[in-house]
């Protein structure tokens, strides 16, 4: 599903994010990506939305060299992932409902049919009765599930999210964290990056630990 | 990847997708209207400058076209005044009348006698009491020759000539002069208004231009999360050109409402003025086309100004 090959970003200054990262993370895995601030955690998701390519070394996502994607074709290669921000990324003006109707209108379903996905979205995170608040009507927590109802609603294939849990207590943390056991037990590629380590011993799933941009641990080995 | 199940058959999925199309564009016409409507103070004072921005160059078109019909109509008049010398009689005037209405040239020769004359004077000048006082009439008899309409200028020139040379004539005053200098003004006010028109167009390309810049920079943050969740350059341009165009549109109506209403305030004194010269000049050019061309004019600017906008400014925007 996901392969870097000798994978390095370098930023202008000169700092490496990424050093000659090479793993793979096969398809329906859920991956939780650990490591210090500044470890390259952030970059190497960026990475997995096109929002960074990579300096040196190769990026396949299910087959496609998408390091090379030429920029036209990233706004197709996005909607077929699912994205989580730790600041949920939502638009205050609009509804919950229209929040997570956005990824299904900008890839040209209409109205109508998008309604009934958006509503099972909703469903599956548990707001299906919020759906006509704007965000700050909603706790943080809700706003999150929100953001999760927006990033599953296309049936994306890969779901990648940024510490989803960073701006939440605990027990919400685990609430989020359980629904995305939920949606990988449905064979949906995840990975993760969190610094809450307490609560992955939880969870289960691979973990794959960055140090100062390479690979330290967890299950992918250090094989960098 | 999961990809979204596909029709049921090419062509309804077609079908689908054009309606969706369609669907998608009105969602944007609807949509950029409302956040016109939405913040009113400021799209009023886009509008008030796209509309005086239109209105005046189309004012100025009218001005000329209103002006052109008048020397138009008065390029066939081209009647010419004989002034008699002072004390010459009633019959010397006949005479001189007997003699022009014997040529081929003239069509009609009418005398206003000296008397005549001080009436006419006396009633339309509102100086009653001191023509009163006058001891002897002080204005000759005069020969209104108007000439026939096949005559040629040129030989009316030689007329005038040896009519002046009479010793009976005082002055011959041929009134076409006034017309070509006019004709001559009205063909510079013309390239002017072409010149005012394309500068106050622009203006109005780079007032929509630099109203959607701001718009696109204040909404930077939502752009940003269309395109992560894989919007098209042209999916987060479509509602901005909309914003352009209806910009254009209702700056258009405004100016038009400005036209009419400067109209209406001009149609008394036209009304006055025609009235003094015993025309019957109507007020035109205020019709289909040009208010067709103000309209298309506004939406044209302003989908300009927003293009010029949103292709410098939407690409340059990516998520961070």
Redesign the interface.
Known sequence: MIRFEHVTKRYEGGRDALRNVSLEIPKGELVFLTGPSGAGKSTFLKML?L?ERPTRGQLFV?GANIGRMPE?QI??????VG?VFQDN???PERSAFDNVA??L???????RDAGRRVRASLDQVGLLKKEKSPPRMLSLGEQQRVGIA?AIVT????LVADEPTGNLDPELSLDIMKLFRRFNDIGVTMVIATHDVNLLDQLGGKRLTLSNGEIQGGDFGGES | ??K?KAATSGAKASM??I??YF??HR?NARSSLQEILHQPLASLLTIAVIGIALALPAALSLLVQNGRSVAGSMEDVRDFSVYLQPGMSMDQAEDLAKNLRMRALIAEVRIISAEDALVDFREASGFENAVGALDNNPLPHTLVVRPKITAEAHTLDTLAGELRDNPVVDQVRLDTEWVKRLNAILELFKRSVWIAGVLLIAAVVIVVGNTIRLDIQSRR??I?????????NG?VRRPFLYVGIWYGLIGGCFGLVLLVVSALILAGPIEKLTGLYGGNFVLHGLNIVTMGSVLAGGILAGWGGAWSAVSRHISAI???
């Not at chain 2, 940003?224 to 098209?232: C, F, I, P, R």
Request: hydrophobic share 40%; no cysteine.
């Open positions: 939305a929002i299910n036209r706004p197709r290669y996005r909607r077929q994205l990324k939502l638009l956005l990824p209108i900008i890839a040209g379903m209409s109205e927006r049936r994306p294939g890969l | 990847m999961v979204f689908q997708r309606s969706h669907g998608l969602e943050d939502e940003e999360v269309y395109k992560l969740l894989g919007a098209s999916f990516q998520p961070q």
